[in-house]
């Protein structure tokens, strides 16, 4: 899988792929464990006190009623698959990313700590805004192309050679996710949308040759414009409810 996938990605991909039975659990754990993270589960409705287990050892609760899993990758004024009861949300827009188990009504939110990644529980039963895939993913394809030439227009490959080669891989974009019963539009999307979120870090690492306040301001909105692409289109990639 892709290092720089949010976590919430990697679990969803996988936790939906185990719900489906394209996956054995043992093979869950090994592929999540595979960069020596570790991963717990607290539950924060049954719980208050906060104790984790191994999320092997949750696994059977989440499984319970789930028909299939998504992602939020919410941020202030954009909830992208970002749902209540406002506890979950408020956790969520922390973390700015999480989990959903669809049907069963419970959401992730994760809290990393060197390898070791805690997965907080919470009540979610609220209907969540997600965006279809192909929609998602036009959208991003669009904006991206876009972003490119704003970009090129204001000259910020010059200072940022990185950049450049990051928009050499515009159309083809290659991830590697290995996860079984993954359908083949889903690794694309996903490549695009990670290859989106390196150009933006990138481009927002420094002022760079960025002269003038409008400059500035003209290469932000366009940056905003391509975030909020990137983040729908992962979270309709890694959503099992947008891919209808």
């Known amino acids: 899988m892709p290092p720089d996938l949010p976590d919430s990605a990697r679990l969803a991909l996988w936790l939906d792929a185990w719900v489906r ?11 999540l464990g595979a960069d020596d993270t570790v991963h717990t589960v607290a539950d924060a409705m049954a719980d208050p006190a906060g104790d984790t287990v191994p999320l092997a050892l949750a696994l059977g609760r989440l ?3 789930t028909t299939g899993v998504g992602i939020a990758l919410p941020v202030a004024g954009d909830p992208a698959g970002l749902a209540g009861p406002r506890t979950f949300a408020d956790a969520a827009l922390e973390a700015e990313q999480a989990v959903v188990l669809l049907g069963s009504g419970i959401g992730l939110v994760p809290d990393r700590s060197g390898d070791v990644v805690t997965w907080t529980t919470y009540d979610a039963h609220l209907p969540r805004p997600v965006p279809m895939l192909r929609d998602a993913a036009r959208a991003l394809r669009v904006t991206l ?5 704003a970009l090129a227009d204001l000259q910020v490959a010059r ?5 450049a080669d990051e928009l050499t891989d515009l159309r083809r ?18 490549a695009q ?3 989106s979120r390196r ?5 927002l690492d420094d002022e760079g040759g960025a002269v003038d306040l409008g400059t500035i301001e003209r290469r932000r909105a366009l940056l905003g414009d391509l975030d909020h692409a990137a983040r729908h289109a992962l979270v309709a990639a890694c959503s099992a409810d947008a891919q209808r």
Request: no cysteine; net charge negative.
């Open 145 to 149: 192309v876009e972003a490119a030439q």
């Open 193 to 195: 949308a990670l290859l």
């Open 173 to 190: 974009p290659r991830a590697d996710l290995a996860v079984p019963g993954t359908a083949p539009e889903v690794a694309p999307v996903i």
């Open 159 to 163: 200072w940022r050679p990185e950049i």
């Open 63 to 65: 499984r319970s009623g």
């Open 21 to 31: 039975g394209a996956t054995a659990s043992d093979d869950l754990l090994d592929a």
């Open 199 to 203: 150009v933006i870090d990138l481009a």
